[in-house]
């Protein structure tokens, strides 16, 4: 079979499609023929031996995939899933754990599913689980126009949130508003345009994925017992620091998102969230913004183009139709 294959961890240029070997199915996993594969910031960590964990090469990468179920415990032969792994996704056959499989709705495509397990079920731990969101809640969304961000803009609408969107282009703050966001604000001068749009009291959460020199005005935004939650750092610009002062003065959090190290060290908890997603998927506030499409001898290019910030919405590799 085809798969996309790390032989160098010298990042996404170097990533190439191969023949390997069909995988075989464990007697609790499942064997799913693939249709299409996200593309996810720790796949581009993977390619360049940054994740933490670090698999020896050579190994395929893949951490969304969809597809039907060729054998396997729970699932119906022909029955249409998405999963989530460590990675192995992007072939043309991949194996999943029943604990990380999950049967889709009627509604939603290949092309969507892929932007279910990782962006959707972050979000919802980060507003959920992490940031303690109430309705009626403010959320500022930075890389609102990305996977995470538009997950996110979705899920507090779900969870009955107001949200405000920030991002650098005009195209990507429409591109926001098209996804379900309340409002749409440019990185500069956010922090006053926010206080503006709360009459001055602030935002109740930032989900920040990107970190770098934006992070202190994220705090600045907060009003009386806000949150920042912290879940990347995809501007590439260093890890921020908080002086601690500034929480303690203001009553404010900064909490990190660490989705996968939670949810695959939870029996149950993945399938737990998915069952609070479906429904908003069935009320249509879920329908994730599928970007660009690549064909799978593209992986490395779509990877490039997630690691440029040129990519809106999930980025989706085919592996067939």
Known sequence: MRAVQVLTTTGPSDIVVAEVADPVAGPDDLLIEVHSVGI???????????????????????????????????FAPGQRVTAVGAYGGGAELAIGSPESVFALPDAISFDEAVALPMNYLTALFALDERGS???????????AAGGVGTATIQVAKALGARTIAVASTEEKRQF???????????????????????GGKGVDIVL?????????????SLGSQGRVLVVGFASGEGIPEVKVNRLLLNNTDVRGVGWGEYAFSHPGYMQQQWAQLVPMIEAGIVKPPVGKVYPIEEFGQA???M???????KSVVRIRD
């Open 307 to 313: 690691d440029e910030r040129a990519a809106l919405g």
């Open 133 to 143: 969101l109430r309705e009626g809640e403010t959320v500022l969304i930075h890389g």
């Open 303 to 305: 990877l490039i183009d």
């Open 176 to 198: 926001a508003l098209d996804a379900g966001a309340d409002e749409a604000i440019a990185i500069e001068g956010f922090k006053d345009a926010a206080r503006e749009l709360t």
């Open 40 to 74: 996810s910031f720790p796949d581009l960590l993977l390619s360049k031996g940054q994740y933490q964990l670090r698999p020896e090469p050579p190994f395929t990468l893949g951490v969304d995939f969809a597809g039907v179920v060729v054998s396997g415990p729970g």
């Open 208 to 220: 920040d994925v990107v970190g770098g020199s934006l992070f202190t005005d994220s705090l600045r």
